[in-house]
T-cell receptor, first 111, second 113 residues
Framework: DQQVKQNSPSLSVQEGRISILNCDYTNSMFDYFLWYKKYPAEGPTFLIS?????DKNEDGRFTVFLNKSAKHLSLHIVPSQPGDSAVYFCAVNNAGNMLTFGGGTRLMVKP | DAGVIQSPRHEVTEMGQEVTLRCKPISGHNSLFWYRQTMMRGLELLIY????????DSGMPEDRFSAKMPNASFSTLKIQPSEPRDSAVYFCASSPGENYGYTFGSGTRLTVV
């Protein structure tokens, strides 16, 4: 039973446009959410996070939105750049300090 | 800060052999995690240590897998005997505490033939 789902395995976007990556979770008790970015042959790196007391957190070109009633979060990247091409994982803090990750979405930003 | 250091970066071994993966967490981080990444299952948590003590090993797939953390600066993940289905990228991560996020190592790509 997957607690965190990223239903789109891949996404292709033109440079300069907006990229929207989606994530759904099952447990309304989750209270801390994160996005990680992963390049090939590297470990995932932390990108942005949001607490359940907020519905939006912004950091430069990256914004995470949280819809608690729908148990859905999304990552918006605008404008998208070719260097953003990577696999993006959403994660939830699941009991204490454990993170449960979604399956990832491969983003390709075309020049 | 050298980050989380994993070794080896690549490991190719024959089925039935013992494999040991190593991890050095960031100094001062009291939590350490081992994850496995596969195409089918994404990133799955294998085991979580806090202050060198295993807290949750429910993700360890079988008795063939074992992990130790003898001190705050070193952890191992051992597979004995290894099988082809163990082929994956294994990541170690460390964290200073809850809601701080993790820092991942570069991973060990394991191929069992």
């Amino acid at each position: 039973d997957q607690q965190v789902k990223q239903n789109s395995p891949s996404l292709s976007v033109q440079e300069g446009r907006i990229s929207i990556l989606n994530c759904d979770y099952t447990n309304s008790m989750f209270d801390y959410f994160l996005w990680y970015k992963k390049y090939p042959a590297e470990g995932p790196t932390f990108l942005i996070s949001i607490s359940s007391i907020k519905d939006k957190n912004e950091d430069g070109r990256f914004t995470v939105f949280l819809n608690k009633s729908a148990k859905h979060l999304s990552l918006h990247i605008v404008p998208s750049q070719p260097g953003d091409s990577a696999v993006y994982f959403c994660a939830v803090n699941n009991a204490g300090n454990m993170l449960t990750f979604g399956g990832g979405t491969r983003l390709m930003v075309k020049p | 800060d050298a980050g989380v250091i994993q070794s080896p970066r690549h490991e190719v071994t024959e089925m039935g052999q013992e494999v040991t993966l190593r991890c050095k967490p960031i100094s001062g981080h009291n939590s350490l995690f081992w994850y496995r990444q596969t195409m089918m299952r994404g990133l799955e948590l294998l085991i979580y240590f806090n202050n060198n003590v295993p807290i949750d090993d429910s993700g360890m797939p079988e008795d063939r897998f074992s992990a130790k953390m003898p001190n705050a600066s070193f952890s191992t993940l051992k597979i004995q005997p290894s099988e082809p289905r163990d082929s994956a990228v294994y990541f170690c991560a460390s964290s200073p505490g809850e809601n701080y996020g993790y820092t991942f190592g570069s991973g060990t790509r394991l191929t069992v033939v």
